[in-house]
């Protein structure tokens, strides 16, 4: 199984789309990243946890499941790195690669020492740019595919038949 841990304020203030989004409202940028994660994770089928510290969220620790996405908010005195490192710590076995997306240094430099992996902020931006890539041209293609009749109809025919399938005749 492969987990992919998401920094999410450190991911916010990198990517483009999500740096003009934090600039007018905080929550919109949050959404839109859980949005595009929840894209990743429904394409890679990996399991996908984003984490937001308390340093913008008030409050009491809160875990929500939005789409196949995880989302932690932390304790109130908590970091995101504080979190990450536990997740790791938690969830790193043999059978589990975890992955942590993140362009904080010392923060790589930890997870490193506990066996995750680490994608920086710009890695993961490409990799979610060719994954819409590739999602649009498969719907490109599947588009382009039209199903074939199994018997060979002059078009004038077709249109006929197809007139009558929507009730325009």
């Known amino acids: 199984m492969v987990v992919l841990v998401v920094d999410g304020y450190n ?4 990517w483009d789309e999500l740096k003009q989004l934090k600039q007018k409202d905080i ?3 949050r959404d839109r990243l859980i949005e595009m994660m929840a894209e ?3 394409y890679s089928g990996y399991r996908v946890i984003i984490v937001f510290d308390a340093y913008y969220v ?4 809160n875990k929500l499941k939005q789409y196949k996405v995880e989302v932690i908010y932390t304790k109130e005195k908590e970091t995101a790195d504080e979190c990450i490192e536990r997740l790791v710590k938690k969830l790193k076995n043999v059978k589990t690669q975890v992955y942590v997306a993140t362009s904080d240094y010392a923060e790589q430099r930890i997870i490193f020492g506990q066996g995750a992996l680490r994608k ?7 990799e979610f740019e060719n994954l819409e890539r590739e999602i649009k ?10 199903p074939k009749s199994k018997i060979p109809l002059e078009k004038d025919v077709l249109e006929k038949f197809e007139k009558w399938r929507r009730g325009d005749i």
Do not use: P
Request: aromatic share 4%.
């Open 137 to 146: 041209h498969s719907v490109t293609q599947h588009l382009k595919a039209k």
């Open 40 to 42: 990743y994770q429904a």
């Open 120 to 126: 920086s902020a710009r890695e993961l931006e490409i």
């Open 58 to 61: 008030r409050g009491i620790e």
């Open 11 to 14: 991911i916010i203030g990198d």
């Open 27 to 29: 929550g919109q940028a």
